[in-house]
């Protein structure tokens, strides 16, 4: 098992990475010391496939769990959906000392950690993500959140879990287009912070594909350190977590202006990263041996890299990013990248060079 902790002071917690952990999650909260309630949210695509194992674990280590269901989708991620929630912990009785697993991809965690912390004003709760992006992006470092019709997770909290399980077994059961869509986020680790692991991922990429076990332990473990690195220095994004988001501002705005589920988040933010990369070309001198590098790697993966808009898709894609959180006195600002493991944040776009750049 690979063991990266989260620095946090009294918020510290572990991201353990290994197959067969779903057996183990009783075990792991009970050396928690838990309360003895516990809600799992799961969606109904992950409910059919895992819950049945999650709830004999906890039960079978003296917890009480119950099972609460949401649609699967972006489109759960919705406060009609936290409402739902909060109304079913109330029924089961669930006290501050009771305590939420998170069981599922990236919709799940975010939204499921936001009533943690959210209910009763914040109860613990645990991360057993099922997908490649959750495990190696949104499972770790504590944003929580939900969307508005206005733009993505406009709606959260920072609110750190008390355990990651990282159970790659999961992993075998997701679609094809679901696993590839996780591969933009562990390329994004390479290219905002470590130049080694990309080049590690050019030379493995056909072990990826095919979800080899040593291979992923290794790459998902190293994203996690990068990222309890990040988070350990800023938690809160003031500065350094910031380069966590390469290449989400367009990304996310892909995401909101084609309406959620046409382009799955991997898909949206592999399509931002490459654009990312030709704007620090112009901006900050990224040299062109890099760009070509960075989206060879995407298509490669099989992911897409560009996006056809005519002007109303453009016009709505264009008002989506301007509502981003990262938007400041009306300017949009990106992380751009000086080299392939060195990037910048807080940088000024003019919006008719993005436009450019898209094509």
């Known amino acids: ?67 609460i269901t949401v649609p699967a989708g972006e489109k759960s991620k919705c406060l009609t959906i936290v409402e739902k929630c909060f109304d079913e912990l109330a029924a089961h009785r669930l006290e501050r000392k009771s305590f939420i697993v998170a069981l599922g991809g990236g919709v799940v965690g975010d939204l499921a950690g936001f009533v943690a912390a959210s209910y009763l004003r914040g109860i613990p709760f645990v991360q057993v993500p099922t997908t490649l992006l959750a ?10 959140g939900v969307n508005l019709r206005a733009g993505k997770n406009l ?26 869509s996780g591969l933009a986020e562990v390329i994004k680790y390479g290219i905002i912070y470590d130049a080694v692991l990309f080049a590690q991922l050019e030379r493995n990429l056909p072990k ?15 994203c996690c350190e990068i990222k309890a690195e990040v988070v350990g220095q800023d938690e809160t994004e003031s500065g350094l977590r ?36 030709k704007l620090s070309q112009k901006i900050l001198g990224l040299p062109s ?6 989206e060879k790697l995407f298509i490669c993966t099989g992911l897409p890299v560009k996006i056809k808009l005519n002007p109303t898709a453009r016009k709505k894609l264009f008002a989506a990013m301007l509502l981003d959180k990262k938007v400041s006195g009306g300017e949009v600002k990106f992380v751009l990248a000086k080299k392939i493991g060195k990037v910048v944040w807080g940088q000024k776009v003019p919006l ?4 450019i750049t898209l094509g």
């Open 1 to 67: 098992m690979r063991n990266v902790s989260v620095s946090l002071g009294s918020r510290s917690y572990h991201i353990k990475v290994a197959a067969g952990l779903l057996a183990r999650l009783g075990a792991e909260c009970a050396q928690l010391k838990l309360g003895q309630r516990c809600a799992v949210i799961t969606d109904s695509n992950v409910g059919k496939i895992f819950a049945a194992a999650v709830l004999k674990s906890l039960s079978a280590s003296g917890f009480e769990p119950v099972l």
């Open 135 to 144: 495990q190696v992006d949104s499972s770790v470092g504590g944003k929580t």
């Open 155 to 180: 709606v959260g909290a920072f609110y750190q879990p008390q355990l990651v399980l990282c159970d790659l077994d999961t992993l075998k059961t997701l679609p094809q287009r679901e696993y590839i």
């Open 208 to 222: 990826l594909l095919v979800r080899d076990e040593k291979t992923l332990s290794q790459i998902i473990a190293r």
């Open 242 to 277: 910031a380069i966590l988001n390469f290449g989400h501002t367009l990304g996310h705005a892909i995401e909101n202006s084609s309406g959620y589920g046409k382009f799955l988040h991997g898909e949206a933010i592999s399509i931002g990263q490459v654009a990312a990369a």
């Open 289 to 294: 041996g890099d760009v070509e590098r960075i």
């Open 352 to 355: 008719p060079l993005i436009e």
